[in-house]
T-cell receptor, first 112, second 111 residues
Framework: NAGVTQTPKFQVLKTGQSMTLQCAQDMNHNSMYWYRQDPGMGLRLIYYSASEGTTDKGEVPNGYNVSRLNKREFSLRLESAAPSQTSVYFC???????????FGQGTRLTVV | DAKTTQPPSMDCAEGRAANLPCNHSTISGNEYVYWYRQIHSQGPQYIIHGLKNNETNEMASLIITEDRKSSTLILPHATLRDTAVYYCIVLITGGGNKLTFGTGTQLKVEL
């Protein structure tokens, strides 16, 4: 049972490049989340999706877009990467109507 | 969702109980208290949650005050592997729950 899988694990981008971070869960969860964590800081919510077909902004959505492709997959896109987006990105999913969430192993993104 | 306040850091001797406090004075009647921990840059891990009764599982105990304005996570016999950042979150469950984290408490367990 894989849980929450994020790809890639590491990525280096040049300023202005675009990329998509992929996330998939196999637990049939309705809710999915994208967070970023800067060094020494807590997690900040970028976007979340309460169910398939819905997405909503979190605390720090600027510079990002998301797609809830189906119930399993929730992707995060950086259209024009900036050095300020250097961070560790975590995807998570939770069972319907609960805060009991499972997290992926993280994607370490560096923008130079 | 109600905001939470946690001390930024705590120390604990290995084998002793670690008591991590959390204030959530604006909690509403249908908000649960959840605890997560994050060990050195891994993804956060769920520990325990409760509404108003005390809860215990194989990882920890959760004590919620009668007025629900604060809670304490208890790790009964802390080990070096419990060194982590611990996050207290209050959350309305049901529907589109938005799971947001604060800055947490850095717990350091020492010999």
């Amino acid at each position: 049972n894989a849980g929450v899988t994020q790809t890639p694990k590491f990525q280096v981008l040049k300023t202005g490049q675009s990329m998509t971070l992929q996330c998939a869960q196999d637990m049939n969860h309705n809710s999915m989340y994208w967070y970023r964590q800067d060094p020494g800081m807590g997690l900040r919510l970028i976007y979340y999706s309460a169910s398939e077909g819905t997405t909503d902004k979190g605390e720090v959505p600027n510079g990002y877009n998301v797609s809830r492709l189906n119930k399993r997959e929730f992707s995060l896109r950086l259209e024009s990467a900036a050095p300020s987006q250097t961070s560790v990105y975590f995807c998570a999913s939770s069972a319907p109507g609960t805060g009991f969430a499972f997290f992926g192993q993280g994607t370490r993104l560096t923008v130079v | 969702d109600a905001k939470t306040t946690q001390p930024p850091s705590m120390d604990c001797a290995e084998g002793r109980a670690a008591n991590l406090p959390c204030n959530h004075s604006t909690i509403s009647g249908n908000e649960y208290v959840y605890w997560y921990r994050q060990i050195h840059s891994q993804g956060p891990q769920y520990i325990i949650h409760g509404l108003k009764n005390n809860e215990t599982n194989e990882m920890a105990s959760l004590i919620i005050t009668e007025d629900r304005k604060s809670s304490t996570l208890i790790l009964p016999h802390a080990t070096l592997r419990d060194t982590a950042v611990y996050y207290c979150i209050v959350l309305i469950t049901g529907g589109g729950n938005k799971l947001t984290f604060g800055t947490g408490t850095q717990l350091k367990v020492e010999l």
